[in-house]
C-alpha cells in the first residue's frame, strides 16, 4: 500500500490505531510465499472484535500452520470508510496490509444478526462480489460461521459456504481441502462440491427451496443425491483435547476486555427456553483444571495482562470452581492478578466465589433473573426463585456490594401485566434488603439498576415458533414499568424494541431476507447495532422494497409442523425435544438441569453423560 | 530507586495515543521482574510519570518516563527485558538513576521537530523566518472552547529552513519551546507557517518527527 497516503488518511480519522496492527503477539507471515491465505473478518469495528475469543483462537491455530496465514479484518469506523473510498483505498488487512480480494478465504463471524450489513460492506470495500452467483473462480472462497450461522438462509446469497459448529474442528481442515485443490484445474465449483461433502460444511447454492403460496416453505430440493437432508452440526468431543490458546494478541487502544480468557467448559445444562446458546452448544464439555492453570500461565506471561477471565455461559456450573479459582489465586498472588467469572448464577455458589476473588473493587455486579415473576421464570425455565434471589443479595450486601444491576426480558411468551410488576418488585426488594439492615452494617451508596431488553425467538429454541409482541406492545411495555418507578435509587434502562423487532426478523428469516439486507446496504444501514447508526426507517424500506412483511416472520405463532427455514441445519438436538419444551412453558412447567438426570433433548452419545456419571 | 528512562516511538506506533503509550509502558514495566513502587492510598497506582503527550501521529526519537521501584534493579538488565517485551517501533535507548525530587517537565525546556512536508507547491523560494509567527489555538474556557490567537515569535526558532529533497518533498526543522511555561503544539507551529506565508497545504500533508527534547537552562 501507498504509505504516504495510508498516512495521510490516518490522520485525519478517530483513533487510528484501530488500522495500524502491530500488536503484542500479532504474526506477520510472508504473504506471498505462504500457500493459503484466510482473511478472518469481524464485521464490526476493532474494539468490539478483538475482545472476541473466538478470533485469537482461529487466528493462532492457522497460524499454528506453516503452509498457511490468518491476518485480521474489521469493519472499518465511518469516518475511516469515507476516507478509504475517497481515496480509493480498498478493506486492508492488519497484518501485511494487504486487500480483501488478495486472500484466498474470507472468513466471517457471524455473533449477531444487526451486523449483517457490515458484512456486504466489508465485502464491498475490500473489492469482492457481493453475490456468491457472481464470484468467479479468480475470486476467494467466502465462508462463515459462528452462532448465527444455524440459521445461515438470510446470507445465503452472499456466503458461499457456512460452517456449522464449532470451527477449530473445521476450519483448518477446510484451508486443507483448498491447498490440495488449488492447482491447474482449480474452479469454484469443485472446491465448494469436496467441501459439501465434509461434516458441519453447508453450501446454500446446492440446495434449492420452493415456497407455497402462501408464502412459506414448500420444500428444500437438493441438487445432489450424496448432500445431507440436514447439515449436522460438528463439535469438539475432548474439551481437554484442543488447540491450546496459550497467547493472545494484545490491543494497543482500549477494547471492551483486556484480560487473558480460558473457557471453563462449552455448552450449557441450565435449559433456559429463550437462549439459542444453551441448546445449539450442548452437550457440556468441561476442561480439567491443569489444562486451564497451563493455558493462563502462558497467557499471562505472553501477553503481560494482570486480570484473568474465566469464561463459560454459566460460569458456576463448573464442577470444580472452588479448586480451580484456589488455584489460580494461590498462583498469582503476587503479581495482583485478579480473576472475573463472567456469567455468574444467582445463588449461593456464586457468592462464595465472588467473596475470594474480588478482594478490592466492590462497587457493581450484575445478575441476570430474566424475569420478574415466578410464574415467567419458570415459564422460560429460569430456574431461580425469589427465596434465593433474597439470600443472594443479603449476601452481597453483607460483604460490601452496594451497587446491583438486574436483566430482564420484555415481551417474553405469555406475558402479564403482573410479571411486569414483578420486574418493578424485584428492584424495590434489592432497596428493603440493603436498607433494612442496622444503620452499622450499611457501607456504599446504593442503587439497583433495572435493565430490559426485548425478547426475540430465536431459532433451535422452544420458542422458536412463537410470535413475537410489535413495537407497540413492547413500548407499552416499557412504559407500564417506567411510569411506577418514582425512586432515585432504582433506575431504569430499556433497549429500543425497534431493533429487537429487525433483529427478530432477520433471526428467523429464509432466503428471500437476503434482498432485506442487500436493501438496507444499498440504502445506507451500517453498524446497525448501534444506536447512533441505526435507522428504523431504512429497514422498512428495505422490507417494504422486496415485498416481505414483518407478518410473516415476527407477528405470527409458526405452525409446529411447517417447514422451517433453519431446519435445514441439524444442531442434534431434536425438534421433538423443542416441541415438549414449548408444551411444558405454556403451563409453567419447568425442566431440570440435565446434570441431575438426562432429559432426552436428542444429543446421542452426550459427552456429559459419560464424563459426569 | 527512581529511574529515568528515554525512548523512542516510530513507524505506526505513532498512532497510538498518549493513554495508550502509557498502558502500554505500564505493561512493559511490569513485565519486567522488577518491583515498581505503588502509591498509597484507596486505589494504588504505579509510581510512573510520563512526559508531555505527543500529539497523535507524530513520532519520536526522544520521549521521557520516570518509574519508581521498590528496590535497587539491575537498570541494564531492566532496559533488555523491557525492550524484549515492547514492540519493534518502541524501544528505551537509555536509562539512569535520578534522585526522588527530579521532575520531568523540569529538565527539558525545547522540542526540536522535523516536519516533512508533501506538497506540489514549489517552496524552494521561500527564506522562513518566525518574525509575527501568529498561531491560532483552541482554549478551554468554563467548559466553552474558543480560538486564540498568539504571537509564538519568542517561543520558537528555525533550526534549518525549508529544504527540497525530492519532488514534492520538503523538510523545515524548528525548535518549540516545551517547558512548565509554555508548550508549543507542533501542528499548531506548522499551520502557523503554512498562514504567514499562504501557502495552501494541508496539515495532513505534514509528516512531524521529534528529533530530541533539549534543555537551555
Known amino acids: ?613 | 530507586m527512581k529511574l529515568r528512562v528515554y525512548y523512542k516511538r516510530n513507524g505506526n506506533l505513532k498512532f497510538i495515543s498518549h493513554l495508550n503509550t502509557i498502558d502500554l509502558l505500564q505493561r512493559t514495566v511490569f513485565s519486567t521482574p522488577y518491583k515498581v513502587a505503588f502509591s498509597e492510598g484507596f486505589n494504588p497506582h504505579p509510581l510512573m510519570s510520563f512526559g508531555n503527550p505527543l500529539p497523535l501521529g507524530v513520532s519520536s526519537d526522544f520521549e521521557v518516563f520516570d518509574v519508581e521501584f521498590i528496590d535497587d534493579i539491575d537498570i541494564e538488565d531492566f532496559v533488555n527485558k523491557a525492550n524484549l517485551y515492547l514492540p519493534d517501533e518502541v524501544k528505551i535507548f537509555e536509562a539512569f538513576e535520578i534522585t526522588s525530587n527530579d521532575s520531568i517537565s523540569k529538565a527539558f525546556t525545547h522540542n526540536l521537530y522535523e516536519f516533512r512536508i508533501f506538497t506540489d507547491i514549489n517552496l524552494d523560494e521561500i527564506d522562513i523566518n518566525t518574525e509575527n509567527l501568529l498561531i491560532n489555538r483552541k482554549k478551554k474556557k468554563k467548559k466553552r472552547e474558543e480560538i486564540i490567537t498568539e504571537d509564538i515569535s519568542k517561543n520558537v526558532e528555525i533550526l534549518s529552513g525549508i529544504t527540497k529533497v525530492s519532488e514534492d518533498e520538503y523538510i523545515l526543522v524548528a525548535k518549540l519551546e516545551n517547558s512548565t511555561d509554555k508548550i508549543i503544539n507542533p501542528l499548531n507551529f506548522i499551520n502557523g507557517i503554512f498562514n504567514k506565508y499562504k501557502l495552501n497545504i494541508s496539515i495532513f500533508d505534514v509528516e512531524i518527527h521529534k528529533k530530541e527534547m533539549i534543555s537551555e537552562l
Open chain 1, 1 to 613: 500500500m501507498d504509505k504516504r497516503k495510508y498516512e495521510k488518511i490516518l490522520r485525519q480519522v478517530e483513533k487510528p490505531a484501530r488500522y495500524i496492527g502491530e500488536e503484542k503477539n500479532s504474526i506477520i507471515k510472508d504473504f506471498d510465499n505462504t500457500d493459503v491465505k484466510f482473511a478472518f473478518c469481524f464485521p464490526d469495528v476493532y474494539e468490539v472484535g478483538m475482545s472476541h475469543l473466538g478470533m485469537q483462537i482461529l487466528y493462532f491455530m492457522t497460524n499454528n500452520e506453516e503452509d498457511m496465514l490468518c491476518e485480521r479484518f474489521f469493519a472499518p469506523w465511518v469516518d475511516m470508510e469515507n476516507k478509504m473510498r475517497e481515496e480509493n483505498i480498498k478493506l486492508f488487512s492488519l497484518e501485511n496490509k494487504r486487500e480483501l480480494d488478495e486472500f484466498d478465504i474470507i472468513g466471517l463471524t457471524l455473533q449477531y444478526e444487526m451486523s449483517y450489513t457490515n458484512i456486504l460492506n466489508m465485502l464491498d470495500l475490500g473489492g469482492v462480489e457481493i453475490f456468491s452467483k457472481n464470484r468467479t473462480d479468480d475470486d476467494p472462497i467466502v465462508v462463515a460461521g459462528g452462532p448465527n450461522a444455524y440459521n445461515p438462509e438470510p446470507l445465503s446469497d452472499f456466503i458461499d459456504l457456512f460452517i456449522i459448529g464449532e470451527g477449530e474442528e473445521i476450519n483448518i481442515e477446510l484451508l486443507r481441502l483448498y491447498k490440495q485443490l488449488k492447482n491447474d484445474d482449480y474452479t469454484r465449483e469443485k472446491f465448494l462440491l469436496e467441501a459439501s461433502k465434509m461434516e458441519g460444511i453447508y453450501v446454500p447454492s446446492f440446495y434449492d427451496v420452493e415456497y407455497k403460496e402462501n408464502s412459506r416453505i414448500k420444500s428444500y430440493n437438493k441438487k445432489y443425491d450424496f448432500l445431507p437432508d440436514r447439515v449436522k452440526k460438528k463439535y469438539v468431543s475432548n474439551f481437554n483435547d484442543t488447540f491450546d490458546l496459550n497467547n493472545l494478541i494484545v490491543p494497543y487502544i482500549e477494547t471492551i476486555h483486556q484480560r487473558s480468557v480460558v473457557e471453563l467448559f462449552r455448552g450449557c445444562t441450565q435449559g433456559c427456553r429463550f437462549c439459542e446458546a444453551g441448546y445449539i452448544y450442548r452437550p457440556v464439555r468441561e476442561r480439567n483444571i491443569e489444562i486451564i492453570k497451563n493455558m493462563t500461565d502462558s497467557q499471562l506471561s505472553n501477553t503481560g495482562y494482570n486480570e484473568i477471565s474465566l469464561s463459560s455461559l454459566s460460569s458456576c456450573d463448573y464442577r470444580n470452581l472452588n479448586e480451580l479459582v484456589d488455584v489460580l489465586i494461590d498462583e498469582n498472588i503476587d503479581n495482583m492478578t485478579r480473576i472475573s467469572l463472567p456469567s455468574l448464577r444467582v445463588d449461593s455458589v456464586s457468592t462464595d466465589v465472588l467473596k475470594k476473588i474480588e478482594e478490592v473493587k466492590k462497587t457493581g455486579i450484575t445478575l441476570a433473573p430474566e424475569a420478574g415473576s415466578q410464574r415467567m421464570r419458570d415459564i422460560i425455565n429460569k430456574n431461580i426463585t425469589e427465596d434465593q434471589y433474597r439470600e443472594t443479595l443479603k449476601s452481597l450486601f453483607k460483604e460490601g456490594w452496594s451497587k446491583i444491576k438486574l436483566y430482564f426480558m420484555i415481551g417474553l411468551p405469555y406475558e402479564e401485566e403482573s410479571d411486569l410488576d414483578g420486574i418493578v418488585n424485584l428492584g424495590e426488594i434489592a432497596k428493603r434488603l440493603f436498607f433494612d439492615r442496622p444503620k452499622e452494617e450499611i457501607r456504599g451508596n446504593f442503587s439497583v439498576t433495572l435493565s430490559t431488553s426485548c425478547f426475540v425467538p430465536k431459532p433451535f429454541t422452544p420458542f422458536q415458533w412463537m410470535k413475537q409482541n410489535s413495537i407497540d406492545e413492547l413500548q407499552e411495555k416499557i412504559y407500564h414499568i417506567k411510569n411506577q418507578i418514582n425512586d432515585k435509587k432504582i433506575i431504569y434502562n430499556y433497549h429500543d424494541p425497534k431493533t429487537s423487532v429487525i433483529e427478530g426478523f432477520i433471526a428467523r428469516g429464509d432466503r428471500r431476507v437476503g434482498e432485506v439486507i442487500y436493501n438496507a446496504f444499498k440504502l445506507g444501514a451500517k453498524f446497525d447495532g448501534w444506536t447512533e447508526f441505526f435507522n428504523y426507517d431504512t429497514w422498512v424500506e428495505a422490507i417494504e422494497n422486496s415485498g416481505l412483511s414483518f407478518e410473516n416472520y415476527n407477528h405470527r405463532e409458526w405452525e409446529i409442523d411447517e417447514i422451517l427455514p433453519w431446519d435445514i441445519i441439524d444442531p442434534l438436538i431434536s425438534k421433538e425435544y423443542l416441541i415438549s419444551e414449548l408444551e411444558k412453558s405454556k403451563n409453567a412447567i419447568t425442566t431440570k438441569d440435565c446434570r441431575h438426570g438426562c432429559n432426552r433433548c436428542g444429543i446421542e452419545n452426550c459427552e456429559m453423560w459419560v464424563e459426569f456419571r
